[in-house]
């Protein structure tokens, strides 16, 4: 069982009101999505992990997707400022329940943007989406804190998903895997793996041999334990409607 400490922040009765990029707004269950988002949690706690929660930023309906707000290396927290300007205040509890985790904490600084979601680490390299949410100035200031301390930035275009993790996330032997059609340059990955479906793309990395994923995508459930991955999975439709996944319900610190 891998012990592993991990942010969460319960969804706002306002989620229905969130941001929406390349989906068509259709209505959200709010109770469902409470439903949803204790089962998800509990994914985590039932395997011994250490799950911390966020104050609730109900005036934020995006305030659930808590990985766009810091992204995490080693022992430096980067507390990011969002392309999206309704999501800028979700930042503000970020920073001292990652102090109180243990970490460093450094920040992106204005004018310049970066959202979590367009940050997918793989060993020790990080892949940063240049999206409509990540400024070209928010990829320089991520690579000038990370790249002294022993990581490598790659940045890719990101055009037809909101986030570089809406279209990839990384397998635990670091494989990537995506749908393809919404990704813009699998060539730029070592190792990248198609999956039929688009709800399919998002994993979270449990332990080394077990992944978590949305129950609303079957067959990459199947292709992914046919190459001998454990698969857990469960539902975040209600998350899906406005564009999140189960990586984004989340930040793990260590
Ligand atoms: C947004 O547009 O900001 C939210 N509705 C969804 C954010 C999803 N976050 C993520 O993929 N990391």
Redesign the pocket.
């Known amino acids: 069982m891998t012990s592993a400490t991990l942010f969460v922040r319960p969804p706002s009765p306002r989620l229905a009101e969130?941001?929406?990029?390349h989906l068509e707004r259709v209505p959200v269950d709010a109770d469902l999505a409470r439903e949803q988002w204790e089962a998800y949690v509990e994914r985590y706690r039932s395997r011994g992990w250490d799950v911390r929660e966020l104050p609730a930023a109900d005036d934020h309906p995006?305030g659930v997707?808590v990985?766009?707000t810091v992204a995490v290396f080693d022992d430096l927290a980067v507390l990011t400022r969002p392309g999206?300007t309704s999501?800028r205040g979700e930042v503000e509890s970020m920073g001292p329940a990652v102090e109180a985790a243990g970490l460093h904490v450094a920040a992106i600084e204005a004018p310049a943007t970066l959202?979590?979601?367009d940050v997918l680490k793989v060993g020790r390299t990080a892949y940063v989406g240049r999206s409509s949410r990540t400024s070209p100035d928010g990829v320089a200031q991520l690579r000038a804190l990370v790249e002294p301390r022993g990581w490598t930035v790659v940045e890719v275009p990101v055009t037809k998903v909101?986030?570089l993790?809406?279209a990839v996330t990384a397998l635990p032997d670091g494989t990537v895997i995506g749908y393809e059609p919404l990704v813009d340059a699998p060539e730029l990955f070592d190792a990248f793996l198609p999956v039929p479906e688009p709800e399919g793309t998002a994993v979270v990395v449990l332990d080394e041999q077990t992944v978590l994923m949305s129950a609303s995508a079957p067959r990459t459930a199947a292709l992914l334990r046919e190459r001998g991955l454990e698969v857990v999975t469960t539902p975040v439709t209600e998350f899906e409607k406005?564009?999140?996944?189960v990586?984004?319900l989340s930040v793990r610190v260590r």
């Open positions: 969130g941001e929406l990029t995006d997707f990985e766009d999206a999501r959202e979590g979601g909101l986030h993790k809406s406005l564009e999140g996944c990586t984004c």
